[in-house]
């Protein structure tokens, strides 16, 4: 089963707004990563955050991490047309066998011009 | 090179059909991932190859059959596959486990007939 769930299923703002997405997940991390998929395309890895980190920035990006709550949001500031995208969160788990990276159901966004 | 080069991009095969789908990087990345994706759905994990040995197999049916000839590729042998296994077919690679962000190839998009 996947670890991590997000919300909202699906966002559609204009271009200059900011796009907020939310992650949960279920068990212990080490460390949470987001990744943007285009349609139909294979995913590129934006941001990891570990455990032990708060918040972390790349760009336009803002990633925090609630351990408590076992949570985490992708904020993408002065979002644009390009952004338009799938953005899913993902959890790492079983480190005995290697690990492995389980994804949440995924945010599509859609930036309007 | 940074990148994970899928080959072949589109396949269809019969029922009956063997087919393998190849994967590659050189980015000296020691984990290799198989990962279906059906559409409007998250990847789902399906094999973890840590250097060069399988290391986490998420009970997949065994017409799913991975390969790692060496440290840069990663195959899957395909045979006698049902029309619900259509899906995106993603590789990807990691520096070490899931300690690191994955590299995704941009997958190959199988229909079987």
């Known amino acids: 089963s996947q670890q991590g769930e997000e919300d909202p299923q699906a966002l559609s703002i204009q271009e200059g707004e900011n796009a907020t997405m939310n992650c949960s997940y279920k068990t212990s991390i080490n460390n949470l990563q987001w990744y943007r998929q285009n349609s139909g395309r294979g995913l590129v890895h934006l941001i990891l955050i570990r455990s032990n980190e708060r918040e972390k920035h790349s760009g336009r990006l803002r990633v925090t991490l609630d351990t408590s709550k076992k949570s985490s949001s992708l904020l993408i500031t002065a979002s644009r047309a390009a952004d338009t995208a799938s953005y899913f969160c993902?959890?790492?788990?079983?480190?005995?066998?290697?690990?492995?990276?389980?994804f949440g159901q995924g945010t599509e966004l859609s930036v309007k011009p | 090179d940074t990148e994970v080069t899928q080959t072949p991009k589109h396949l269809v095969m019969g029922m009956t059909n063997k087919k393998s789908l190849k994967c590659e990087q050189h980015?000296?990345?020691?984990?290799m991932y198989w990962y279906k994706q059906k559409a409007k759905k998250p990847p789902e994990l399906m094999f973890v190859?840590?250097?060069?040995?399988?290391?986490i197999n998420e009970s997949v049916p065994s017409r799913f059959s991975p390969e790692c000839p060496n440290s840069s590729l990663l195959n899957l042998h395909l045979h006698a596959l049902q029309p619900e296994d259509s899906a995106l077919y993603l590789c990807?690679?990691?520096?070490?486990?899931?300690?690191?962000?994955?590299?995704f190839g941009s997958g190959t998009r199988l229909t079987v007939v």
């Open positions: 990807a690679s990691s520096q070490a486990g899931v300690l690191y962000g994955y590299t």
């Open positions: 993902a959890t790492d788990a079983d480190y005995n066998q290697g690990g492995k990276l389980i």
């Open positions: 190859y840590s250097y060069e040995k399988l290391s």
């Open positions: 980015m000296g990345h020691r984990a």
